[in-house]
């Protein structure tokens, strides 16, 4: 198995435009997770799907911030517009839970969003 | 909101010395104790993880040291080597029934010195 692919690995752009960041989760699993980490703010959740369905968005920072799971092997991250402080590294992973005591999750190599 | 505490931020050891990584969680209903590692570039990867009906498990040069009246759980890397030098998080489920979803610590970042 490829593991958890994201696209772009590297992403720059100016402050305003339209950023999507891409995911294809573990084939079979059913969770996927979406995280933004940075040196000030750690690792933080930001939207996690069970089944392509939104669970908790709570993590969503502001209205700009959207995602979608359109089926269980593609999910897109969109900014829309973009601004400076988005700048971070944002990671998308899966997991199957039920079948492991662990539920570990599975991180792809993440997206690293510079917005100038 | 619940949180895991995690400290130091940074750990700097010698090779062959022992690292210690303390994490504190809140919720008593917590029954997943993961430690991710991260090294640049790369993603989160589990590590370790321990249930709360144990008080240690290890594997290899890595323990994780589980205290449930205290609710604190640690990671202990013995010989630690330069290649261990990596960011490490501890984690916690969110709740019941939450679908694997995980609390993050803030992250150690720890370098082994040759």
Known sequence: DAGVIQSPRHEVTEMGQEVTLRCKPISGHDYLFWYRQTMMRGLELLIYFNNNVPIDDSGMPEDRFSAKMPNASFSTLKIQPSEPRDSAVYFCASSLVGTSVHNEQFFGPGTRLTVL | ?114
Not at chain 2, 46 to 74: C, H, M, W, Y
Not at chain 2, 81 to 86: F, H, I, L, M, T
Request: glycine share 10%; hydrophobic share 35%; charged share 15%.
């Open chain 2, 1 to 114: 909101q619940q949180q895991v505490k995690q400290s130091p931020q940074s750990l700097i050891v010698q090779k062959g010395g022992i690292s210690i990584i303390n994490c504190a969680y809140e919720n008593t209903a917590f029954d997943y104790f993961p430690w991710y590692q991260q090294f640049p570039g790369k993603g989160p990867a589990l590590l370790i993880a321990i249930r709360p009906d144990v008080s240690e498990k290890k594997e290899g040069r890595f323990t994780i040291s589980f205290n449930k009246s205290a609710k604190q759980f640690s990671l202990h890397i013995m010989d630690s080597q330069p290649g261990d030098s990596a960011t490490y998080f501890c984690a916690a489920p969110t709740g019941v029934n939450q679908g694997g979803k995980l609390i993050f610590g803030q992250g150690t970042e720890l370098s082994v010195k040759p």
